[in-house]
């Protein structure tokens, strides 16, 4: 298409969303973009290379500028990317599809695409670490045994330090690829554990950091370890506000300003009522918490959930969870 239109973004209100990343780097490649009260208006004329440095390090706006600068035969070098599993997995796609590109895995990639795709292939992506970190939060919080299979390790590796670090044991299976035949997978069993608060903070970075989107599943976690935990999460303005709908639960949460939460623990919960907030993580961790709580808890407005986790009540209900 010459020109099209799409809507403004959505998604978890936890703060501004702005398209500057995505809009910088896309019209550096010749993309014309308007901006209008309730759509972009997005055009463009001949694409061409570019040497281009993101202006933040956003996984979507990796990827974007990525499946853009596949379709420009000519070089592309795009820095300041995140190396996160969603990048490389597209470029994995990408390159089977006849894109050459260098630096997977680092924040500088180097892309010679193609001018047209007329290829039959068969691609399947790998599994993805963010509902690892759901499963383990969930069996760290009930007190369970879990054995999570098929966890991309390599995007684990510092979530599960930390919780080793709180004194939580794991046996971990040796690795084996994933069937895109590059990410290495592994099987993790989550042993019940008494866990401690750690003395530092923890908090998200691009990868090989803590995945911001695993930030969260730290917070039930945090309730059942002795002392004084504190998670930053510096990334969005309003999301460690919904941290506390945990104290519904019996939590003890508090907020030091809009991005700091320190939990004390460890914490009885019970079961309680609440309305999910609309922010998909934060929604999680609520169901996680209420896993983990004596009675029969409530929670409403479960559509942020949804759109997240496929079919979640009747997969927690084959481990052993209870949910109508």
């Excluded at 853009?68 to 796609?93: D, G, M, S």
């Excluded at 509902?131 to 510092?158: G, N, Q, W, Y």
Aim: aromatic share 8%; with cysteine; glycine share 8%.
């Amino acid at each position: 298409l010459d020109n099209f239109a799409i809507p403004h973004s959505g998604g978890c209100k936890m703060g501004k969303r702005t398209i500057s990343a995505h809009e910088g780097a896309l019209k550096s490649l010749g993309l014309k973009i308007k901006t209008t009260d309730t759509h972009y208006e997005v055009s463009h004329g001949k694409l061409g290379g570019a040497d281009i440095t993101m202006l933040e390090a956003g996984d979507t706006s990796a990827i974007n500028t990525l499946v853009l600068a596949a379709q420009i035969p000519e070089k592309t070098i795009i820095r300041f990317v995140p190396p996160n599993y969603q990048v490389q997995e597209v470029c994995f796609f990408l390159q089977k599809l006849g894109v050459q590109i260098e630096g997977i895995g680092t924040t500088t990639l180097t892309v010679k695409g193609k001018d047209s795709f007329n290829k039959k292939i068969s691609y399947e992506n790998t599994e993805d670490p963010i509902e690892s970190m759901m499963f383990i939060s969930a069996a760290i919080v009930t007190r369970s045994k879990l054995t999570i299979k098929r966890c991309p390790i390599d995007f684990l590796r510092l979530e599960m330090e930390k919780l080793k670090g709180m004194g939580q044991q794991f046996i971990v299976s040796k690795t084996y690829l994933a069937k895109n035949g590059f990410t290495s997978l592994v099987d993790i069993t989550v042993l019940p554990s008494k866990l401690k608060a750690l003395p530092d903070k923890i908090h998200p970075l691009p990868y090989p950091g803590i995945n911001s989107d695993n930030l969260p599943f730290f917070v039930p976690i945090a309730t059942q370890a002795k002392g004084t935990t504190l998670i930053h999460d510096w990334m969005w303005e309003n999301r460690a506000i919904y941290f506390t709908e945990l104290n519904r639960l019996g939590a003890n949460i508090h907020l030091a300003d809009p991005h700091r939460a320190f939990i004390e623990g460890p914490t009885k919960m019970t079961a309680a009522q609440v309305v999910c907030p609309p922010a998909l993580r934060p929604a999680m961790i609520i169901l996680i918490a209420m896993l983990g709580a004596q009675g029969t808890s409530t929670l409403r407005n479960v559509y942020s959930i949804r759109r997240g986790y496929e079919e979640i009540a009747e997969r927690l209900n084959s481990i052993g969870a209870e949910i109508d």
